[in-house]
């Protein structure tokens, strides 16, 4: 197996969190590109989202590279070369995707819409791999692919609605709302990946990388 420094395209502590969870090593440097929406279909958007992020960070550490002759800082201990992984994370329901609420009022508006209904969530993924003495021109793409789990609620409130709002939770949540939070009390099941819905389908990306042979613990 061959091991290589993973780096993490996303400042999403529950991406962080389940790496963590996993006995994952890897370092944290957030996409700062622009990011370009040219489709409406949810595994599409988020393939494409993902792509956007890994290549963002990956053009800059090649940048970095190509001025200071190696990898700097933390990752001069890196035995084969790194991998940049990118995600992204879109809910979808009756044709509509859902990204995270501008506002409280437009919160509500997605909590009322899935109340009771059953909604899918799609995470992207894609990962780059720069190889330690490779030309600097580019990291290949290892592999994409995107994940999508479906999702029952259960009936909620108007009231429920607003109380769960004024947490502050929904704010910063695809769909305007946590599977791992406050908001599990209204989730009726899942059929899929419950880490799918949390951000990043770490079962499929261990196994993803292992049939390259690639170890990131």
Known sequence: MKKYKLI???ASPRRKELLKQIGAEFEIIP???EET?????PPQVVLDLSWQKANAVMEGLLQRIGLAGQVPGAFEDMEDGFLVLGAD????????ILGKPKDKEDAARMLRMLSGNV??????VTVLRYEKGQDKDGGMRLFSFYEETKVSMYPISEGQIAAYIETGEPMDKAGAYAIQGR?????ERIQGDYN???GLPVARIYQEL????????
């Open 8 to 10: 993490l395209a996303s």
């Open 31 to 33: 996409s700062e590109g």
């Open 37 to 41: 929406i040219t489709s409406t279909e």
């Open 89 to 96: 994370t879109v809910v979808s329901y009756d044709g509509q």
């Open 119 to 124: 909604h899918s969530v799609f995470t992207g």
């Open 183 to 187: 908001c599990a009390v209204y989730i």
């Open 196 to 198: 799918n819905v949390v």
């Open 210 to 217: 292992g049939k390259s042979g690639i170890e990131i613990f």
